[in-house]
């Protein structure tokens, strides 16, 4: 049993090294392979980043454009990733939305006086003088819901952007008019559902292979939005 245990800890090892050398690599795979702009305006943004990505993955990164402000993002990956990424912007929002909060309690459930046809005062069986309306507990319960309508705040996103309506492009540029916080979704096509193999006690998974893993940088870049028009003349 021991030498059993040991194996399947080495086995895990031997999974984790490739991993780990990957994710080192990636670090810094945007600065290396993600073509810049050739206009020498755009600077690096510090919220670019790279990251593993494995074939059928989808991640996102959150960053926040600001006013006045041009930026270009463009992305790269690992030739055996494919040629072709899919890469969404959305915009997201704290909104406030009135929904109805429902709260769940017991409550004792009670039959009507039989002597006063449901009037009258109940004193365990009895119910006497019908000058008022009359009950008799059960001894069962019933569930009820209680409902109130609140305003809570909420994040919503929406959709800017979307490059499989822009020929899969696999980079974009846009002023910002006001502050925002956006987030990139990033899709890495391919991956399959097989479970690969498995051995005797060991639960069934896919075997992570390296030509299924590959880095997938996002290039950040602004410059301050350029004045158009005939600025600063006048008597």
Known sequence: MREYINKVVLLGAVIMIPAISFSQYCNHFHESYCYPSENQLFKLNGQSKSAL??????????????NKQDYRISLCMDENLGSQIKFKIYETKKVKVEKVIETKRMEDVYKKCPDCDGTGFADDDTCYDCDGEGQIATDEQKEVIDKETKIV??????????????????????????????????SVPGGGSDGGSSSKGMKKGKLMKSSDMGCVGVLVEHMTTPVSGFYGTGF
């Open 53 to 66: 990505f494995s074939k059928g993955q989808t991640s996102e990164l959150s960053i926040i454009v600001y």
């Open 153 to 186: 705040v909420e994040k919503q996103k929406s959709l800017l952007y979307d490059n499989s309506q822009d020929g899969f492009s696999n980079e974009i540029e846009f002023t910002v008019e006001s502050t925002r916080r956006l987030t990139l979704e990033i």
